[in-house]
């Protein structure tokens, strides 16, 4: 019951971070992106199919579900593994946790066969846009991974309506994990998922067995390690020519 409460608390923050960093605010930095391309590219169609300079609802309706609902079922899945131990780095545990987000899974976002870094505006400007997502993402889930820690914890009417929504979060949680990790294995090495994710079991197990804590910081390491090397590799790509 502990672990469910545990995981649906951080599901459920993740859920709400990733609407309002990886949907609504992703939504204006592509808005930004648009308009340092300049009036010249107005109407021209983004690698998604998306016209620049049209800002319609179907659009942004479409980044919330795909991307800000998404990611955020996701990133409070990875939340619930990692926060034992990024919680020690406290006040600061949010941003390291989008710093590491940022090093493992980076290269998603910041793809060399996506031309549109260098196509519209800045590509400096876009990458640094896009990467800041990662760390205010962090930072936001970490903060309401606390606030509804906090709720759920208390014995108002409030607090059995978070715990309810919290363990809703779970399935939809679990079903998007798998369905990322495995669209993410098409986009690096086949075995990178089974890393991610044998990293954060072995994390896990240390912390529950109480075996040595290096043991858990090695995997998580390990596991950042793999990505971050995509994610580095890809910015001189991205920043060809600047």
């Not at 978070?162 to 979060?169: K, N």
């Not at 075995?191 to 994710?197: D, G």
């Not at 858990?216 to 596991?223: E, I, R, S």
Request: proline share 5%; hydrophobic share 55%; net charge positive.
């Amino acid at each position: 019951m502990a672990l469910a409460r545990h995981v649906g608390a951080a599901t459920l923050a993740g859920l709400i971070a990733g609407v309002l960093v990886g949907g609504l605010l992703g939504r204006v930095v592509m808005r930004i992106a648009g308009f340092t391309a300049g009036p010249g590219l107005v109407g021209s169609f983004t690698a998604n199919g998306n016209r620049v300079g049209d800002i319609t609802v179907r659009g942004t309706a479409e980044i919330l579900l795909f991307v800000g609902l998404s990611s955020g079922l996701i990133g409070g899945v990875l939340y619930a593994a990692v926060e034992p131990w990024f919680g020690r780095l406290r006040p600061w545990h949010g941003l390291a946790y989008g710093v590491g987000l940022l090093a493992t899974f980076g290269f998603t976002v910041l793809d060399p066969s996506n031309l549109d870094f260098r196509r519209f505006g800045s590509a400096p400007l876009n990458v640094a846009m896009f990467a800041a997502l990662f760390l205010l993402f962090g930072v936001a889930t970490a903060l309401l991974f606390d606030r509804v820690r906090s709720l759920i914890d208390g014995r108002t009417k409030l607090a059995r309506v978070t715990e309810a929504l919290a363990f809703m979060a779970l399935i939809p949680g679990a079903f998007a994990t798998v369905l990322v990790l495995t669209a993410v294995a098409g986009l690096a090495e086949p075995l990178f998922p089974i890393m991610v994710a044998l990293g954060l079991l072995i994390a896990t197990v240390v912390r529950w067995r109480g075996l040595p804590d290096p043991i858990g910081y090695a995997a998580l390491g390990a596991t950042m390690l793999l990505g971050a090397a995509r994610t580095i590799g890809a910015l001189p790509e991205i920043l060809a020519g600047f």
